[in-house]
């Protein structure tokens, strides 16, 4: 079991930053990517950006050049540093943890989530 806890949302003006955290507790041993989706009103959740074990930083498309995801040298531990931010940028934001399960696929733990406001 891993639970997360996110903190920093907040509301900013456009051009503005913010950085949000998120801490997990519990066993990570089957982690394989920790990273950060969003849902805004009326729409989807999507993955904003992500860390996975092997290396890789994946990001939205909108979001690339303007958040970066990060991770604390003892890994329970990331962050998304959101600059540049854009009234498109609203919604709940979500941190996330994917375990990898025996037989296969994965399995995703959510945090709480935090609200991020753009005023346009």
């Known amino acids: 079991q891993v639970q997360l806890v996110e903190s920093g949302g907040g509301l900013v003006h456009p051009g503005g930053s913010l950085r949000l955290s998120c801490t997990a507790s519990?066993?990570?041993?089957?982690?394989?990517?920790k990273g950060w989706y969003r849902q805004a009103p009326g729409k989807e959740r999507e993955l904003v950006a992500e860390?996975?074990?092997?290396?890789?930083?994946n990001y939205l498309d909108s979001v690339k050049g303007r958040f970066t995801i990060s991770v604390g040298d003892t890994g329970n531990t990331w962050y998304l540093q959101m600059n540049s931010l854009k009234p498109e940028d609203t919604a709940v934001y979500y941190c996330n943890a994917a375990s990898s399960l025996t037989r296969g696929g994965r399995y995703d733990y959510w945090g709480q989530g935090t609200q991020v406001t753009v005023p346009s």
């Open positions: 860390s996975t074990r092997g290396g890789s930083l």
């Open positions: 519990g066993s990570m041993f089957t982690v394989i990517a």
